[in-house]
């Protein structure tokens, strides 16, 4: 084994997953009209010159953080759905390079996917987990929410945006991966969450990725999200998502020099790319 096979092996997990957005060349998109809708260009502008990456959890306890400014400093800045910068950036921060969003988001006429600026000028990462063995022939007819629709839409009024979809079979090879990690202790069968699939998605393109309120702090106020009032624990330790086992599992990946404190006071999870493997 590889240094960091033998010292980060659940990194290593997360990371051979192979969490992929999809591309032209990809059977069977290779040979539909439907895949040159996929951008030509890759996920991120100047991979080489990426050095650290915040993700932003949207958990409720970021309320009152104050790290939007840490936040900003990072050359990539991950959120997800509809989470909103607009009015919260003392404690979340104003930069935006990448929304991972899920099918929901894309699909249901209240978030208005295809006209918000929330999804305007960012790259987007749309995911739907289809059926657990499925083809992506099958996934095309059967999503959960159908997507297509509305992604189809939106490249067509912003030919230039960096839109792309998730290979959902790398979205279940990361629960293979998670429930390698549970070991005998059997996950659902539902996929990850947002955050832990934009946690795989990201750290091959970054060499330092700081996953802000993702394990939770000692700031935990029971809050579903930091943008609205909702009082729901399940959204923090999960409930149809695999969530207590990722969560487990990024703590895990955690390689901050110092010691628990950075995680549980002040919320910050430092996971590092394992560059040998
Ligand atoms: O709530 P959601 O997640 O949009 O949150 C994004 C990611 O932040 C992390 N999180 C969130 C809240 C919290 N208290 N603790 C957290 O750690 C999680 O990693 C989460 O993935 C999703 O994953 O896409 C999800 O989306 C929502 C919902 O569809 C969208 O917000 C749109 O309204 C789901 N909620 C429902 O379907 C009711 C949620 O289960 C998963």
């Given at each position: ?75 990539i800045v991950m959120r997800f759905n509809h989470a909103p910068t607009q009015g919260h950036e003392v ?161 895990d990946m955690n390689m901050a020099e110092d010691d628990d404190m950075s995680v549980f006071q002040f ?11």
């Amino acid at each position: 084994d590889s240094f960091e096979e033998q010292y980060y092996p659940s990194t290593c997990l997360v990371m051979e997953a192979g969490v992929r957005v999809l591309r032209r060349k990809d059977a069977p998109f290779n040979k539909l009209p439907f895949g040159r809708l996929f951008p030509r260009q890759k996920l991120f502008r100047n991979i080489k010159d990426i050095k650290t990456c915040a993700i932003v959890s949207s958990a409720g306890s970021l309320a009152g953080s104050k790290l939007g400014r840490f936040i900003d400093t990072h050359d990539i800045v991950m959120r997800f759905n509809h989470a909103p910068t607009q009015g919260h950036e003392v404690d979340v921060g104003s930069k935006t390079t990448i929304r991972v969003v899920n099918s929901q988001v894309v699909t249901k006429p209240e978030f208005d996917f295809t006209h918000a600026p929330i999804f305007r000028n960012v790259t987007i990462a749309a995911w739907d987990p289809g059926k657990y063995n499925g083809t992506l022939e099958d996934w095309l007819t059967s999503a959960d929410y159908d997507l297509f629709t509305n992604y189809e839409i939106y490249r067509r009024r912003y030919p230039k945006s960096r839109a792309f979809l998730i290979d959902p079979h790398s979205v279940w090879r990361l629960w293979q991966s998670l429930q390698m990690f549970a070991g005998n202790r059997p996950i659902s069968r539902n996929p990850p969450s947002s955050g832990f699939i934009g946690l795989a998605l990201l750290l091959p393109h970054c060499p330092q990725v700081d996953f802000v309120e993702y394990v939770p702090s000692t700031r935990l106020n029971g809050r579903c999200h930091y943008y609205s009032k909702e009082m729901n624990s399940a959204c923090t330790f999960g409930s149809w998502h695999p969530l207590a086992a990722e969560k487990l599992m990024a703590l895990d990946m955690n390689m901050a020099e110092d010691d628990d404190m950075s995680v549980f006071q002040f919320g910050i999870l430092r996971i590092r790319r394992p560059d040998k493997l």
